[in-house]
């Protein structure tokens, strides 16, 4: 069974630091790609940053040069690294994969990252 487990979340200053972590059940290479959603209460889910298979890159313009997001190949994880937060940036975290052939998306179960003073 695929698993993909965020870990990470809390609560943070703003204009402070926080990262997250996907663990995967399977090889990330089993993935097509790999990225972060996020959601606030009453708005709609929106990609954050995602990670192709070859290693490329596209973020939400919202998050450009504060976010990156990176993966370890051993490790079988996925990391968003968040700097300079914004309370805007409040919302729970979901970390996806589309897998290989199948194209199915699988997703975590969220973690929850708050900034606020």
């Known amino acids: 069974q695929v698993q993909l487990v965020e870990s990470g979340g809390g609560l943070v200053q703003p204009g402070g630091s926080l990262t997250l972590s996907c663990a995967g059940s399977i090889s990330i290479f089993s993935f097509n790609a790999m990225g972060w959603y996020r959601q606030a209460p009453g708005q709609q889910r929106e990609m954050v940053a995602r990670m192709t298979r070859d290693g490329s890159t596209n973020y939400a313009d919202s998050v450009k040069g504060r976010f990156t997001i990176s993966r370890s190949i051993a490790k079988d994880t996925v990391y968003l690294q968040m700097n300079s937060l914004k309370p805007e940036d409040t919302a729970v975290y979901y970390c996806?994969?589309?897998?290989?052939?199948?194209?199915?998306?699988?997703w975590g179960q969220g973690t929850q990252v708050t900034v606020s003073s």
């Open positions: 996806t994969g589309t897998r290989r052939g199948t194209y199915e998306d699988y």
